[in-house]
């Protein structure tokens, strides 16, 4: 199986090396100062995430465009260069380093999967380029401990995520929740936040119950889960492992409140999930339905331009991604614009003093600073659920 | 409840990774080869029935047919193309490129059926039944069945059937065999479609409980591949018994000790198993001839 994936991997290795001579050879003469700022991507283009992938490269490439129609970058165009991790650690750090030493991006973003950008984290603050993280949610990716820390985030942050849903449950009459949870850093990353803001209202948890990616039935870990009390359910997963959760309770007739982080809005789920979708509230950073701001209604209609085959809100889905992405684009190229360089440290110091942004999520009032690199707290969540194969916002 | 649910969960399971190993059990038995992308098989299964019922609205004793033989056409190639060219040359290459194959015919699916799981539904997995005191799918009930039936129809075309006896004779002796009038390349290659076809059955029965998408397979032919050397791959009835056993042990194990124990505990059990008893559970010594 590695085998086959490196020979793929060499060759478009060597596609790549090739694309690089051409561009290389091409831009004789011109001058250096209309040669494009490149930014990478580093996301799943591929596998049961693509479509997260995809959302990224749509808020991007929006906010890219809008960029270079106001004149680019002190006159420079941005290009975006993207390279598909599917979802593994190895193939986004290969990926993230490729995009660092051959393309020589200004900055990078990363994809859906916590464990991937787990694994970029340690290179982007080596080699001292700024790695934005979009989506991924570990809590441990911006607060990595690193003394010079390039990773900045645009998105939910599991140390929040858990207070919310725990807030969330409580304010629903939770006494003594359960947590489902798959098994990978993602799900552990979400295990220390929900207990952490357990503690905070003296609660327990009525147990900890872990699930895999492919596991068909998760009843014996739910009956578990039943067996021990649990009044509420704290689901943590992406969107098909969350479906067999859904499918399981319904089997069971348990009909549990469930308060989810947000994997339910990556796909289908209505679908997958079957009659008991709607129940699961999950968290989402934005909704198009829920802010009718100008904003909203403008990025959606460059949207609907762009990308002909978004006609509905139901095509959006998950909104998180596109504008996570887009504000996150914006947020770089001010700090493009202010360091007046592509230098790491020069692009890093003017993330960190970003002083506002009127942003799509919300207007953004020094987004970063030393302590910390996150943009988003847990006032800017969101609850929601599924109605139709559309994520409606809920009323708390 | 808990124990009740967990059996129950874990016979349907089983069952699934024991047809599955049920085609290695042919074809090893056959050929001494096996496809390593029965898991791949078993995917192709799922997305042909998804797309024939849902895709086309084909009622499903029409689709399912249709699907299992899409699944028997890609054994078919698998032997002719992944097996047939390396086992003529006496080389053990067959091992990578059916793995290749599979990881091909996977991403081939990603690009034309798309990227996004989605579901099949069916109407013996929308309502749950209560069942033993625990609420179940009829379909949960219907695939152990559905999988014993087939191992002992499996233990009947071998022993009775000309099919049969001609599969057997190609196995005890090639060369005699085709002295005798057996065509050992038909027989051979009818081994792998049978084989990649009981896949297909098994994605079919899987899919309204689980969902479609192009590596749903993988796993589970991982799982099945454990299964089929447990249950000794010569034998059928051993083979489709450690396939139950394995998804009960998996089930009892998540129910009992919690879910992050189950591959620990159950891929230990399966090397303990293996090292009282070889030649799996009612598998016969190989006789090395010298």
Redesign the interface.
């Known amino acids: 199986m590695k085998i086959m994936k490196s020979v793929l991997r060499r060759r478009t290795f060597l596609s790549g090396a090739f694309a690089v001579g051409l561009a290389a050879a091409a831009p004789f003469g011109t001058a250096s100062a209309q040669e494009p700022i490149k930014v990478g991507l580093v996301a799943a283009l591929s596998g049961q995430s693509a479509k997260s992938g995809e959302a990224i490269t749509r808020g991007l490439s929006i906010a890219i465009d809008e960029i270079n129609a106001a004149g680019g970058i002190n006159g420079r165009k941005i290009e975006l260069i993207s390279r598909d991790d599917e979802s593994n650690p190895g193939k986004g750090l290969l990926a993230a380093r490729e995009l660092v030493q051959r393309e020589k991006v200004a900055a990078m973003f990363g994809g859906l999967d916590t464990p991937v950008s787990l694994a970029i984290v340690p290179f982007a603050n080596q080699s001292k380029v700024p790695f934005v993280g979009v989506w991924a949610a570990g809590t441990n990716i911006t607060r990595n401990g690193a003394a010079d820390n390039y990773v900045f985030r645009v998105s939910a942050v599991d140390a929040y995520v858990g207070e919310a849903l725990v807030d969330y449950a409580i304010k629903h009459g939770a006494k003594k929740p359960g947590m489902i949870l798959i098994n990978n850093p993602w799900g552990e990353s979400n295990e220390h936040a929900l207990h952490d803001a357990l503690k905070k209202h003296n609660m327990t948890a009525a147990g900890v119950e872990k699930f895999q990616d492919a596991d068909v039935d998760v009843v014996p870990q739910l009956t578990r889960l039943k067996q021990a009390g649990a009044d509420t359910l704290f689901l943590v997963a992406n969107v098909a492992p969350s479906s067999q959760v859904v499918k399981s309770l319904e089997r069971m007739g348990w009909n549990v409140p469930i308060v989810s982080h947000w994997g339910p809005a990556g796909g289908r789920f209505t679908e997958l999930a079957g009659p008991r979708s709607a129940d699961v509230h999950f968290i989402q950073t934005f909704l198009f339905s829920d802010k009718q701001s100008a904003k909203a209604n403008d990025v959606l209609a460059k949207l609907k331009a762009k990308y002909p085959a978004i006609k509905t809100l139901a095509d959006v889905t998950p909104a998180v991604g596109i504008a996570n992405a887009y504000d996150a684009m914006h947020l770089v190229g001010l700090a493009l614009k202010k360091a007046g360089s592509t230098d790491g440290k020069a692009v890093r110091d003017a993330l960190l003093a970003i002083d506002k942004y009127d942003g799509l999520i919300k207007t953004y009032e020094k987004p970063f600073t030393a302590q910390n690199h996150d943009a988003l707290g847990p006032k800017d969540y969101v609850f929601a659920h599924f109605v139709k194969g559309e994520i409606l916002p809920l009323t708390q | ?2 124990f009740t ?2 059996v129950i ?1 874990g016979l ?2 089983g069952a ?1 990774y024991g047809l599955i190993a049920l085609g290695f059990h042919i074809t090893y038995t056959v050929s001494n080869t096996v496809n390593f992308a029965q898991g791949s098989a078993m995917m192709v299964g799922s997305v042909l029935g998804f797309t024939l019922m849902v895709t086309y609205g084909l009622p499903f004793w029409v689709a399912a047919p249709i699907a299992l033989a899409g699944c028997a056409v890609f054994g078919l190639i698998v032997e002719r193309v992944l097996v047939r060219p390396f086992v003529e040359r006496n080389s053990d290459a067959w091992l ?1 490129a059916t ?2 194959g599979g ?1 091909i015919v996977d991403n081939i699916v ?1 690009f034309t059926f798309g ?5 099949l539904p069916s109407p013996l997995a ?1 309502n ?1 039944i209560e069942f033993l005191g ?4 009829p379909l949960q009930l219907i695939i152990p069945v559905v999988g014993l039936c087939v191992a002992v129809a499996l233990q009947i075309i071998f022993r009775r059937t000309h099919l049969g006896k001609a599969l057997l004779a190609v196995v005890q002796n090639r060369d005699a065999a085709r002295l005798m009038g057996i065509n050992a390349k038909v027989v051979v290659a009818s081994a792998f479609a049978i084989s990649t076809a009981l896949a297909g059955l098994a994605g079919l029965l ?1 899919a309204p ?3 479609v ?4 397979g ?3 032919g991982l799982k099945a591949f454990a299964v089929a050397i447990l249950g000794g791959i010569t034998s059928a009835s051993g083979v489709m018994i450690a396939g139950l056993l394995y998804g009960v042990v998996e ?2 194990v ?2 009992y000790l ?3 124990y189950t591959q620990i505990v159950v891929f230990t059990v399966i090397i303990l198993a293996l090292a009282l008893r070889p030649n799996g559970l009612l598998g016969r010594a190989a006789v090395n001839k010298v």
């Open positions: 409840m808990l649910s967990a969960t349907g399971l699934m990578m793995v290749a990881i990603l990227k996004e799981p989605r579901s929308t749950s625990t609420g179940v799918y899987i409980l689980f969902s998408y192009s590596d749903m993988t796993l589970f089930a009892l998540t129910a919690g879910s992050s």
